[in-house]
């Protein structure tokens, strides 16, 4: 485009404008990070959980079973809408955040001054900057104008930078003293935020260890059930089974797939994201839930973050031996102009007199001193290296050094020697006369109140705190010192320049605190930390941040920053409270923990099961399941999994899951199975031998067709065998459900009775929860309309004199495997320290 120059009193008439924003050059917002509900809607249905549950709904479609491909597919369905909601709510209330921030700025339109919206501004627009106004667009500053522009959301340097006439202003700075006019040079996607908000847009979220576990897992119960499926298939060929039964054969073996557990996930992902907004942490990335229970690093910019980016009044050292020297500091602060961060901090901490101001110099970077003429007489404020030329007498040096090392801002206060002496000199410039040295004001970086207890929570929890700030080193330093984060050595972001990756990490490994670091060096810093291994958390607030957002596992933005920070953020700390993420680490471990207790009873039942099927089959014995039976794992984990997740108690993740899972998995599932087959042989040869449960064969298949609705074809079928099939798989179904509802008991002991696997805990509620469950499935068995909906048989004689012994020698078995950990060692599996 070419180069647009216009004299400040000018500007563009609003049919120019209207022109210029029909070619497509209007400051046009650029969405970062933040997703149209489109693509919401297809991610979240179209997950990879979510197309697993639709394509086993379309093969059991296929296969005629309807009512189980509604709930595969309706469960999918449960998932994405969960899922999509979550998101929805997060980009509701972050776009009512942000209307909030939205400012008018001053144009000139038709030669004179208009308040607009940044989104009405157009390329060419001369707009009028004041102390408080955030720039919008980038541009020069044109003639006539100087003022001081806090870059800080930029490039995370907090002192104000002083423009002249000609000097660059980049959108997303603050103007915080002085006045002038901007030409709107680079709007929307060209300007300097479009275009850091246009890289943000690059979607980078990460998979958390959960969930790439709980794929790996899935992905391996699908194979071992498409070979097992594949398998029945092979015999019914060779045996010549009815397609019907080779249809309820493989719709028992799609519901070995966990895809309750997908559902579970997804509802305790947005429960935690619910309960984690309580404490002012909003998620906009439902697996931020988990993310943020695995971080043991945090990253933390420095203003805005740590501190309030306010200064507070520490100390007045007097150097004259009056006590004249607070008056004075609070006349100065209470008369200012335009007052500024030091101004307001004196201001609140000290009274003000009544002064007559004849001349003032306001305070700018450049001068790096204020000053006033009143009738009490001439006073001036600044850095001591400043006014140290005009002083009639020098201060003692160690009495700065000393606080400036501790991060600390010294100003000194003067007086005139002279009190009719002014502050110019015959031109009107700003000139200092001879000064007489007053006392020291001593400020600091005001903390914010919560940041001391929050760092101890952190410690305490053995996450690790690193400050990446574009201050000065020093200064850094002493802000984490006061924080609690510690006393390291700091490091210059030019130190990390020219070092290799090996070097860099090494550097980054030990090291706490670093300053003057652009938003390259704190992308590279948070991917050395994950390159070593560490699960990092990214927090800050300006778009210098927002790189290194993305590159860390869970990016936190506060509220008050950029919002393009706030767009590509997973977490939203929408009361700027750094306090919020402590209590959302410990919610994110109880939900995560909750969902791995739930992996355990899950897997074991589908391993439980699948191994029977396997052994059954290998027996020659007839199917060990009837497809209504499948909806017994209700009671085995659907229900207990749900209250046990939102039971969970906040830990640690466990490093070592897989590890576990097959530790527990593995034995609980054998010895169940064993069990299994031992129960289903046993009751089938009952029958088969002439055994009489004092029903004819005839009679028990025929009420069970008659209840279940499943045919087994009288004139074609043996009555004996079948009905010797439904005796068995009521026995089977018996003994796994109440095996399953003891399991509980194994991963959740309240009694060194069960505590074989994992030490008591004091919670009674699994216990109690196990008790009901028992008791809810003894009524299945006694109510007709009850079992005869799960196809099984009523009240059995044979049943209850095989599963009753079954389940006290099962139960003792499998205490003797876990307590002396016989599977342990013959897997070679120790358990992880």
Known sequence: ???????????????????????????????????????????????????????????????????????????????????????????????????????????????????????????????????????????????????????????????????????????????????????????????????????????????????????????????????????????????????????????????????????????????????????????????????????????????????????????????????????????????????????????????????????????????????????????????????????????????????????????????????????????????????????????????????????????????????????????????????GIGRDVPVAGAELDGLEDPALDRLVAKTSVFGRVAPEHKERIVRSLRRQGRYVAMIGDGVNDARALKQAHVGVAMRSGSAVTRDVADIVLVDDSFAALPPAQQEGRRIINGIGVSLYVFLARVASQGLVILAVTMLGLSFPYSPTQVGLTMFTVGIPTVFLTFWARPSRPDPHLLRNLVRFVVPAAVVTATFGTAIYTSLYSLIQHGFSSGRTPERIVHEFERSTGLTYGVGSADFTEAAATILAQTGLSTFFCYASFLLIGFLLPYSKMFSAWTRPIRDRRPVRLVMCLMGLFSLVLCVPALWEYFGLMGPSKPVFLVVLPALILWYLTLTVVFRYRLFDRLLGLEAPR
């Open 1 to 483: 485009m070419d180069q647009v120059m216009l004299a400040p009193a000018e500007g563009l008439t609003t049919a120019e404008a209207d022109t210029r924003r029909r070619r497509g050059e209007g400051n046009t917002a650029v969405r970062g990070g933040g997703r149209t509900y489109p693509e919401i809607l297809r991610t979240n249905v179209f997950s990879f959980f979510n197309l697993i549950l639709f394509v086993i709904g379309a093969a059991l479609l296929t296969l005629g079973r309807y009512s189980d491909a509604l709930v595969s597919v309706g469960l999918g369905l449960i998932n994405a809408v969960i899922s999509a909601a979550q998101e929805i709510r997060a980009k509701h209330k972050l776009t009512r955040l942000q209307l909030l921030d939205r400012a008018g700025v001053l144009v000139l339109r038709d030669g004179r001054e208009v308040e607009l919206t940044p989104d009405q501004v157009v390329r060419g627009d001369v707009l009028r900057v004041r102390p408080g106004d955030q720039l919008v667009v980038d541009g020069p500053l044109l003639d006539g104008g100087r003022l001081e522009a806090d870059e800080s959301l930029l490039t995370g340097e907090s002192d104000p930078v002083v423009k002249h006439p000609g000097d660059e202003l980049r959108s997303g700075s603050l103007c915080v003293a002085g006045d002038g006019h901007q030409l709107a040079r680079d709007v929307g996607a060209h300007s300097y935020a479009g275009r850091l908000t246009a890289e943000a847009r690059v979607s980078t979220t990460d998979r958390t260890p959960l969930q790439r576990s709980i794929e790996f897992i899935v992905r391996l119960v699908m194979a071992l059930t498409v070979l097992m499926s594949g398998a029945i298939v092979a015999q019914a060929i060779l045996e010549g089974f009815s397609v019907l039964r080779v249809v309820q054969i493989t719709a028992v073996l799609s519901g070995l797939v966990p895809y309750g557990l997908f559902f579970l996930i997804a509802l305790a992902y947005t429960a935690g994201a619910v309960r984690i907004a309580r404490f002012g942490a909003l998620v906009q990335q439902v697996n931020a839930v988990e993310s943020v229970s695995n971080v043991d690093v945090v990253c933390t910019d420095k203003t805005g973050t740590l501190t309030t980016g306010q200064l507070t009044l520490e100390e007045v050292v007097p150097l004259d031996g009056l006590d004249h020297a607070a008056e004075a500091l609070g006349g100065l602060a209470h008369h200012a102009a335009t007052p500024n961060l030091t101004a307001l901090a004196l201001a609140a901490a000290l009274p003000g007199p009544v002064w007559q101001v004849r001349d003032e110099v306001p305070f700018s970077s450049s001068l790096r001193w204020s000053g006033m003429v009143t009738t009490t007489g001439t006073w001036v404020l600044g850095a001591p290296d400043a006014l140290a030329g005009r002083l009639r007498r020098a201060v003692d040096d160690a009495t700065v050094t000393t606080r400036t090392g501790e991060g600390l801002r010294v100003l000194l206060l003067a007086r005139a020697e002279d009190p009719e002496a002014g502050l110019r000199d015959a031109a009107g410039r700003p000139e200092l006369p001879m000064l007489e040295p007053v006392a020291l004001a001593v400020l600091a970086d005001e903390l914010r109140p919560d940041v001391i207890e929050t760092v101890g929570r952190f410690h305490a929890e053995g996450v690790r705190i690193k400050v990446l700030s574009g201050d000065d080193p020093r200064t850094v330093a002493a802000i984490a010192a006061r924080a």
